[in-house]
């Protein structure tokens, strides 16, 4: 057998190395790597970067089997932001002895998920819906649809050995241990818009391992960034220059006065396919709760004029099941004031939580502390 | 379970670990086994019984052909496993290729024909092991090594994850000697195998996939929109890609097996420096090359039978070889711009004999050569014919390339460029001139670069698709 000292000799047994120490360098060339490493995390500690969490259909689908798992005991939040950043998780399983899980989804509609918890007969547990405003569309295929597919395709292919899963996992761990890694960023991004930059955005909101969020308000700029908040949940474009926020004030009531009022086309076809989504699931012992969450100043003044509640609000909960806490209607809820007008800063979601709790439970629909 | 993904990470490390802790070569040979067939899982479980039945199929047809003495038996046992495995390939491969221009045929023969959806998922690296695999049948069946090997020996060498899905193509006689002889890697080897590793990523993660396939992928998904420069910034984008892509992924495989003591050969020795297309296919994908030239160019005839012949079993084997890429008109066309390219490399040597050895003509040649294969990379990466065109006449309209662009272009004249300078030598030999220092650097420049460009979502390897 021939023994070859050339590496591109196909036939090789043996390759030359070259001559001298390799393991040695490899070693310093380690530890100089965990010095880069060492140092990019601590040039973002100190600009006040924490590690993240970033959300994904993977992420959500672990969520999602706790809400199978977990049966009657299930607190189950569906929705968007709103249910993802007003409420402490850890605040209602204390309130209510329940585990909650996290299923909103940013940006999302809360339909599919409404939807898919339906259809799976293990989920007998309390399902609060942050209800967004308008008519639902049961057929509306948004972003939730990609994280519900993953799910069901999980589901499908059973719980084996899956490469998949395991480098989520790890990128998971990776991106919360990591602050190079926040907010789904990679070290050279961090390091370029936020060690680099000599302004870099702060980072304001923070995604939990259980996939609720925290917004820190303080961290900021207000109120430019509120009224930012407020043209976007609008969908008001081209404000002219004003002279001061006085201005940008009245000029954005103005025109969100002029709005008009959102379609009631197929309410009643579509909650109706809502309402039976709810009965599968109260038919199974479990409860679906519709809240509509706190809004404030510009935002919640739009959200009135396009979504006026009894057009829409008054009309659907008694569809759906009856079970629909509006915030202001509860004292204890009505009076947070959601800083950019549309979700609460994380200095005020433990107390809100702890008063949603106290208010469902006053209407029968949990129990505290069991 | 890609080689840049963090569970490769893990399983390389309790692997290593595992194998460094164990004592007795047949433990640590049981160990590599499963863990080869532990690593294949992670694309689709069920098709590592594939891997296994096409390897136990393949070592017990060699121990009959090995025993056998009458020459039409020993024929027709190669046969079976010719067959065996090419019906593999070609179900899982070319079904759908062929189902698909069936349909095509008939309808231009004013024929209906309405096929059943081939929704059939292609085994990850089924064409290395396929490959690699043959090399053994044959090369008992020529009598030029023994079919003597344990299975578990042979199956290592059929699995050895370094090389399993995306080769190198290695041969039979090469790993069995290796595999049966106990193995004990240095510290030197380990050392310089893990730098192996760390420059592959590099090649893989930063060049290739931060500055290069953005670059590429714009250009090739919306010609149109990047006149001149840009355009070519793009096709010149993807000829560095696919280079620092697989030649990323070689030293990975190179560097791994290094680090359990087992030598894989090189597959690729700077081939963007070559002076003409023999010379490139001696420096480009060296073990699907040799392997071609071994088991098909050599057995249709060669260079014996005159000119014709000669220039025949060229063509033929590089079309052949653009199809084992995929099953794909695009990938043939392109196999045969590299069959026309030998042969008329192999007139020009016959007008001309002096010319290619002139060192004069050096670097003309080397620039003709490397803006052909540049060339004839468009219809290999484009999806269709009309992007093809779209993409080599954007070349021609005036316009400037834009920043992303430029940096392209800038990557490849500097990979260029140091190729042509190191052309003849190995990266051994580079490698061995550099101080201790500079060595640390190289693996810190690596191991930072790759650090700084994770996070997004990971590219598999090109040739995994293959």
Same mark, same amino acid.
């Given at each position: 057998m021939r023994s070859s000292t050339?590496? %591109?000799?196909?036939? @090789?047994?043996r390759r030359t190395l070259p001559e001298g120490r390799w393991l040695v360098p490899f070693a310093t060339g380690v530890v100089l790597l965990l010095l880069v490493v060492g140092m990019l995390e601590g040039a973002l500690a100190a600009r006040g970067f924490r590690a993240t969490v970033v959300d994904s259909p993977a992420l959500w689908a672990r969520e999602r089997l706790h809400a199978s798992e977990a049966g009657r005991h299930a607190l189950i939040l569906v929705g968007a932001s709103r249910a993802q950043l007003d409420v402490d998780l850890g605040a209602l399983a204390e309130a209510t002895g329940k585990q909650p899980v996290q299923l909103a989804i940013d940006g999302s509609s809360y339909v599919s998920v409404l939807a898919d918890l339906a259809a799976d007969d293990r989920v007998s547990g309390t399902v609060i819906v942050d209800y967004q405003g308008g008519v639902p569309d049961p057929d509306f295929q948004d972003a939730s649809m990609r994280y519900v597919e993953y799910w069901r395709h999980r589901e499908r292919t059973?719980?084996?050995?899956?490469f998949q899963r395991m480098e989520n996992a790890l990128a998971a761990w990776r991106q919360g241990t @990591? $602050? %190079?890694? /926040?907010?789904?960023?990679g070290p050279f991004a961090a390091l370029v818009s $936020?060690? @680099? /930059?000599?302004r870099a955005t702060p980072q304001y909101l923070v995604t939990l391992p259980t996939r609720s969020r925290d917004a820190d308000y303080s961290r900021v700029s207000m109120p430019a960034f509120y009224y930012q908040r407020v043209m976007r949940n609008a969908g008001i474009e081209g404000l002219p220059a004003l002279p001061d926020y006085a201005a940008v004030d009245k000029a954005l009531a103005d025109r969100i006065s002029g709005l008009p009022q959102a379609s009631t086309a197929n309410l009643v076809e579509n909650v109706g396919r809502l309402g039976r989504m709810v009965h599968r699931i109260e038919a199974r012992g479990g409860k679906v709760i519709f809240v509509m969450f706190p809004r404030s100043g510009l935002v919640r003044a739009a959200d009135d004029v396009i979504y006026p509640r009894a057009v829409f609000w008054d009309r659907i909960v008694p569809l759906v099941g009856g079970k629909g806490l509006y915030y202001a209607d509860e004292p204890s809820l009505r009076d947070f004031t959601c800083p950019d007008g549309s979700h609460l800063d994380v200095r005020d979601k433990r107390r809100f939580t702890l008063a949603l709790a106290k208010a469902l439970e006053a209407r029968g629909w949990i129990s505290a502390g069991t | 379970m890609l080689f840049n993904s963090l569970s490769f990470l893990v399983f390389f490390a309790t692997v290593f670990l595992c194998f460094g802790l164990l004592r007795g070569w047949g433990t640590r040979k049981w160990l590599l086994l499963a863990a080869s067939y532990a690593f294949y899982t992670a694309?689709?479980?069920? =098709?590592v019984f594939i891997l296994i039945a096409s390897t136990c199929l393949d070592w017990w047809l060699a121990r009959l052909i090995w025993r056998e003495d009458r020459p039409s038996r020993r024929r027709l046992l190669l046969i079976v496993s010719l067959v065996a495995n090419l019906s593999l390939l070609a179900f899982f491969k070319y079904g759908d290729f062929v189902v698909v221009n069936t349909q095509v045929l008939m309808g231009a023969l004013g024929i209906a024909y309405h096929p059943p959806l081939w929704d059939v998922v292609l085994p990850v690296g089924i064409s290395f092991y396929t490959f690699a695999s043959l090399s053994y049948t044959i090369d008992v069946y020529r009598k030029e090594?023994?079919?003597? !090997?344990?299975l578990r020996d042979y199956a290592l060498f059929v699995a050895?994850?370094?090389?399993?899905?995306?080769?190198?193509?290695?041969r039979a006689r090469a790993l069995l000697p290796q595999i049966a002889r106990p193995t004990d890697p240095t510290r030197e080897q380990i050392g310089w195998g893990l730098t192996l590793v760390a420059i592959g990523l590099f090649c893989k993660s930063?060049?290739?996939? !931060?500055?290069?396939a953005p670059v590429a992928d714009l250009v090739y998904a !919306?010609?149109?929109?990047?006149?001149g420069a840009g355009a070519l910034a793009g096709i010149f984008a993807f000829a560095g890609q696919i280079y620092f892509d697989f030649g990323g992924y070689s030293l990975c495989a190179i560097g791994l097996a290094m680090c359990f003591g087992f030598a894989f050969p090189d597959?690729?020795?700077?081939? =963007?420096?070559? #002076?003409?297309f023999s010379d490139f296919w001696r420096r480009w994908h060296i073990s699907l090359s040799t392997w071609l030239r071994d088991y098909l160019y050599i057995p249709l005839g060669g260079n014996r039978g005159g000119e014709w012949r000669t220039c025949r079993n060229l063509m033929l084997t590089m079309l052949l070889g653009g199809l084992w890429h995929g099953a794909s008109w695009m990938f043939v066309l392109w196999g045969g711009l590299h069959g026309s390219f030998l042969v008329a490399e192999r007139v020009m040597r016959r007008a001309r004999p002096g010319w290619f050895d002139d060192t004069g003509a050096a670097p003309l040649l080397t620039v003709l050569t490397f803006l052909l294969v540049c060339l004839a990379w468009v219809p290999f990466r484009a999806p269709d014919l009309a992007t093809c065109v779209a993409v080599l006449t954007s070349v021609f309209r005036p316009g400037w390339p834009s920043l992303d662009e430029a940096m392209a272009l800038l990557v490849m004249a500097a990979a260029v460029a140091w190729q042509w300078r190191? #052309?003849?030598?190995s990266l051994e030999e580079a490698a061995a001139r550099w101080s201790e220092g500079a060595r640390g650097m190289v693996a810190a420049a690596c191991l930072v670069g790759v650090f700084m460009t994770s996070g997004g979502d990971s590219r598999a390897f090109i040739y995994f698709q293959f």
């Open positions: 050339s590496n %591109s000799d196909i036939h @090789l047994t059973g719980t084996t050995y899956d @990591l $602050r %190079s890694y /926040a907010d789904g960023a $936020r060690v @680099l /930059a000599p | 694309w689709n479980p069920p =098709y090594i023994a079919a003597d !090997t344990p050895f994850f370094p090389h399993l899905v995306a080769g190198p193509i290695v930063v060049l290739a996939d !931060t500055l290069l !919306t010609p149109g929109a990047h006149p597959n690729f020795r700077f081939p =963007y420096a070559a #002076r003409g190191v #052309r003849d030598q």
